[in-house]
T-cell receptor, first 110, second 116 residues
């Protein structure tokens, strides 16, 4: 079935280092959303990408959607301890069901 | 605060039992989604309702069922519970007045179910 693969599963970085998580699909996506879940919390919407090749920035976060709309990435520059949490991508196929990636758990050492 | 409420916050029950989880969406949101998150796992999409009608189905077991009522609140019923059903169950809502996959989802705080 359709699914989206997200890597890596875990990432441990030193504060100030960069971080990237990737989502990949074998089929074309309608759109992709990114969510962040803090430890003990619920997922919170970060951004949505719709257009091929789209790049969006939110302060230290950069989101990209591939030209073929089959992959996406979230890059954090100069991580801070407040970035700790699990980052999920949520892919939509044919404007219908949502498929969440398995998430990347980010740990930032101060 | 996302505006989505879920009750109860915690639920402890025994195998073979049946429970009902409740979700109230954000004011005006017509879509409600249910997700299961096992310990340190990803979010497993279960089912979506839009304005009272089932809209999309994910990996929902036959022992589980859901419905959305005219006031738009939703309930997830889990029956013949097994140990493996222990998880965090999230409800999310979206789409004030619209049905669109482009709408961001607002998640509730979740219900933690423990089956002993």
């Amino acid at each position: 079935g359709q699914q989206v693969m997200q890597i890596p599963q875990y990432q441990h970085v030193q504060e100030g280092e960069d971080f990237t998580t990737y989502c990949n699909s074998s089929t074309t996506l309608s759109n992709i959303q990114w969510y962040k879940q803090r430890p003990g919390g619920h997922p919170v919407f970060l951004i949505q990408l719709v257009k091929s090749g789209e790049v969006k920035k939110q302060k230290r976060l950069t989101f990209q959607f591939g030209e073929a709309k089959k992959n996406s990435s979230l890059h954090i520059t100069a991580t801070q301890t407040t970035d700790v949490g699990t980052y999920f991508c949520a892919a939509t196929y044919n404007f219908n069901k949502f498929y969440f990636g398995s998430g990347t758990k980010l740990n930032v050492k101060p | 605060d996302s505006g989505v409420t879920q009750t109860p916050k915690h639920l402890i029950t025994a195998t073979g039992q049946r429970v009902t989880l409740r979700c109230s969406p954000r004011s005006g949101d017509l879509s409600v989604y249910w997700y299961q998150q096992s310990l340190d796992q990803g979010l497993q999409f279960l089912i979506q309702y839009y304005n009272g009608e089932e809209r999309a189905k994910g990996n929902i077991l036959e022992r589980f069922s859901a419905q959305q009522f005219p006031d738009l609140h939703s309930e997830l019923n889990l029956s013949s519970l097994e140990l493996g059903d222990s998880a965090l169950y999230f409800c999310a809502s979206s789409g004030r007045g619209t049905l669109s996959s482009y709408n961001e989802q607002f998640f509730g705080p979740g219900t933690r179910l423990t089956v002993l």
